[in-house]
């Protein structure tokens, strides 16, 4: 018993050094390197910025929402567990997920909802929504959408932006990043950039 | 196929740092010189760096380190309001920090709570990320206490703690959480000192995103296998991992230190074979795993997911089916328990392949150091049991494996399986689980199945539905990873105690070689027959159930 309280008396001592090395040095240390140029704007978050406004962060998806429903000229993230619709917006002050197993009843039942949602906002065949579109992201902040359904929202945003079809799909693929050496990650397409480009189209 | 490639991009990765690391690590604790850093250390600690320490002494030192710093870890939160950037968020509740402090002292890092709105920037650094390093440097110094036990002879002197604690935490996880840390910000890991920004949607819209110093903790959380975020979506969130390459770099770090150990053990037990065979299982045991759940995700049988066409309910686009399995096989296959993806929300058997990582023990390869005693111990009872075949005295490394040492091993194998079972069945007995799961049936009681092995294991991942805010949860899953994590350590020290004070007994014809296929595949059948007697019952009831509905 003398052994433990000696051996936790040199503990204490040990502790609340070490606390001093790697609980206030070492996030300094790394903290002031991120200061240096290529790497704070990273470090503060990869906000975006047009006309010196902060409008976002490039890894950051908020679902916009259109003041007319019926004439979205939106592109669409994915939905967030965050959100109390079916689809809309989450909050990007905190995130996580739904945690809904895949057998569970109410996870089809929002599943169903936002697959006729989305076919029916885009004027499409059910069948032809993708899965990233319906189902809730891990972080509830997804920045991504896949291709599939950047394509999927193509004509729509075209018709109500009065922009071609070819040249929407053009700023996809601009906005689309591939796998890293072809086999790193997933493809994507980040909705944040996509949108700014094609609200400066039009 | 793409998927693939990543995982062997991840492999030919490990492959390379595997002997430098291994070499290193080895050097680091039987080494006689000390820094001049760690010199200093010593003389303001007033600690003797040069003294030996009976398997007593070490123990009592874990156990007082462990003891003080939960309670330094309890009073940072409880006291979070006299802090500097606690934006607000107040003393921490008592449940919730009591948890906490243990959950991040035994490596575990179970969050049972939102990281946004209740930690400030202030206890994550100098609470939390404080106890990443050192929880994770005491695991290896136990891990080499008892490699120690068994490469010494007729001594009763396993090291000293102290020592081993501040070179682990000095050499090895210092230097490559820097590095690691500043890669991940090149990459775009956030590392802000602010509590968020403001910004205007492009819609008209407003809102605040939140920030924190991401990357300085986010390095050292996979590479001491401990897992707490400082985001409640821990690695899903796009601050903490943004893209494909952060994914593959935070799972290289996850399984860098585990799988180095192997060969740290081998060259200090004077025989690089003795680490290939630990590491042959360790890698068969993780790949056969991988292979389970990622073909459970990318063929779901649930109905959310067949009617979505994928189940990507809770993963992130960026790292789809393939990277999100990888990373829920590395940080259930080792005790890490960060999660790139909800695995609350993965198929029947997918999410049950991550619950078996965890009952096996945590050896595939584990955690930093628990992983590699943890193999070492089932190492022994694999002896013990090809003793009883054969009628002979089991050896191991030149040890005798009588009656104490076999106990000793006993104990620590036991441990985790007791709290466990007992843990997850009081829950679902005592009314403690009314009202508090998130999901309905059988994916129910694997919701409490996964909470208590993820604590019993030190792990600390969740099927996140549950809702572990009362304080039946927040004590009994405390007191699991208290049990799960210091049970198996003394019975860890006691066995190195006992075994260092034997001579060593010269090979014979009749010694039972360690190094070949014949211990692998017996090293092997005994860590998956022992998962498999203790928990086929209760996985049968919930994953497995949920995996042929």
Redesign the interface.
């Known amino acids: 018993m003398t052994q433990l309280f000696k051996q936790s008396a040199a503990g204490l001592r040990m502790l609340l050094l070490l606390t001093v090395i790697t609980g206030v040095l070492y996030p300094l240390a790394v903290w002031t390197v991120s200061r240096l140029p290529g790497l704070e704007a990273n470090a503060e978050g990869s906000v975006v910025t047009v006309n010196g406004t902060a409008v976002g962060s490039e890894l950051i998806g908020r679902d916009p929402v259109a003041s007319d429903p019926a004439n979205d000229p939106w592109f669409h993230n994915r939905p967030s567990a965050g959100s109390t619709d079916a689809l809309g917006p989450g909050d990007p002050k905190t995130s996580g997920g739904s945690n809904k197993a895949t057998g569970n009843a109410d996870l089809v039942a929002k599943v169903q909802e936002r697959v006729d949602l989305i076919a029916k906002r885009e004027g499409v065949d059910p069948a032809k929504v993708p899965a990233d579109a319906v189902t809730a992201s891990a972080s509830g902040l997804d920045p991504d959408i896949s291709p599939a359904y950047a394509e999927l929202q193509v004509p729509r945003v075209a018709r109500v932006r009065g922009l071609t079809e070819d040249r929407v799909r053009a700023l996809v693929a601009e906005h689309t990043s591939g796998r890293g050496l072809g086999f790193v990650g997933e493809p994507t397409v980040n909705v944040l950039g996509l949108n700014l480009a094609v609200k400066a189209q039009g | 196929?793409?998927?693939l490639?990543?995982l062997g991009?991840l492999l030919v990765a490990l492959a390379v740092v595997y002997k430098p690391l291994g070499d290193h690590m080895a050097k680091v604790y039987s080494s006689e010189k000390h820094w001049r850093v760690e010199k200093a250390?010593y003389r303001?600690?007033?600690?003797d760096p040069g003294s030996q320490q009976h398997w007593?002494?070490y123990a009592?030192?874990v156990?007082?380190?462990?003891?003080?710093?939960v309670i330094?870890l309890f009073l940072l939160q409880r006291l979070q309001s006299l802090l500097p950037l606690d934006f607000g968020r107040g003393p921490v509740p008592v449940g919730v920090a009591f948890n906490t402090a243990i959950s991040f002292v035994t490596n575990t890092n179970w969050q049972s709570y939102?990281p946004?709105?209740t930690m400030g920037h202030t206890v994550q650094?100098?609470?939390l990320?404080?106890q990443n390093?050192?929880s994770a440097a005491v695991g290896m110094a136990v891990a080499v206490a008892l490699v120690r036990g068994f490469t010494r002879s007729g001594t009763d002197r396993i090291g000293n703690f102290?020592v081993d604690?501040?070179r682990g935490?000095?050499r090895v996880l210092?230097p490559m959480?820097?590095i690691s840390?500043?890669v991940l910000?090149?990459?775009?890991?956030?590392?802000?000192?602010?509590s968020?920004?403001?910004?205007?949607?492009?819609?008209?819209?407003s809102?605040?995103?939140?920030?924190a110093?991401t990357?300085?903790?986010e390095?050292?959380k996979e590479l001491g296998t401990n897992g707490g975020g400082v985001?409640?979506?821990n690695s899903?969130?796009?601050?903490e991992n943004?893209?494909?390459?952060t994914?593959?770099v935070e799972i290289f770090l996850i399984m860098v230190i585990p799988v180095s150990l192997t060969r740290t053990f081998g060259v200090l037990a004077g025989n690089r074979r003795h680490g290939y065979v630990l590491l042959s299982v360790m890698g068969a045991i993780w790949g056969a795993m991988l292979a389970v759940i990622w073909w459970a995700e990318a063929h779901?049988n649930?109905?959310?997911?067949l009617?979505?066409?994928?189940?990507?309910?809770?993963?992130?686009?960026?790292?789809?089916i393939?990277?999100?399995a990888l990373f829920a096989n590395a940080t259930t296959g080792t005790s890490t328990g960060a999660?790139?993806?909800?695995h609350?929300?993965?198929?029947?058997l997918g999410?049950g392949g991550t619950i078996l990582n965890m009952l096996f023990g945590e050896l595939t390869p584990g955690g930093v150091g628990t992983g590699l005693y943890s193999i070492l111990i089932m190492a022994v009872i694999a002896m013990f049991l090809a003793g009883l075949m054969v009628g002979r005295t089991p050896e191991y490394l030149g040890k005798k494996l009588g009656r104490r040492e076999v106990t000793c091993a006993a104990i620590a194998m036991l441990a985790m399986p007791t709290v466990v079972l007992l843990g997850a069945g009081a829950a679902l007995v005592l009314p403690a689980t009314t009202g508090v799961l998130?999901?309905?049936?059988e994916?129910g009681l694997s919701e409490v199945l996964y909470a208590y092995a993820s604590a019993g294991n030190n792990n600390g991942s969740a099927?996140?539905?549950i809702t572990v805010t009362s304080d039946w949860f927040q004590t009994t899953l405390g007191l699991c990873m208290l049990f799960g994590r210091f049970i198996p350590i003394l019975a860890v020290l006691c066995l190195a105690g006992s075994l260092a004070a034997q001579k060593t007994v010269p090979r014979t014809a009749g010694t039972l070689p360690t190094t070949g296929p014949l211990f692998a595949t017996m090293l092997g059948g005994t860590v998956v027959l022992v998962a498999a007697l203790t928990f086929i019952p209760a996985l049968a009831l919930g994953p497995i159930a949920?995996a042929l509905?």
């Open positions: 196929m793409p998927g490639l990543q991009l250390v303001v600690t007033r600690v007593k002494t009592s030192a156990l007082g380190f462990s003891a003080v710093s330094l939102v946004e709105s650094m100098v609470g990320t404080v390093f050192l102290w604690l501040v935490t000095i210092l959480a820097f840390a500043i910000v090149a990459l775009g890991v956030t590392m802000s000192l602010k968020g920004v403001d910004v205007v949607n492009p819609d008209g819209s809102s605040t995103i939140a920030l110093p990357a300085s903790q390095a050292i985001f409640n979506a899903a969130h796009p601050f943004p893209n494909g390459w994914n593959l779901p649930g109905p959310a997911a009617l979505a066409g994928a189940a990507m309910e809770g993963k992130e686009q960026r790292f789809g393939a990277g999100s999660v790139n993806a909800m609350d929300s993965f198929t029947g999410g998130n999901n309905p049936g994916h099927f996140a539905g949920e509905a």
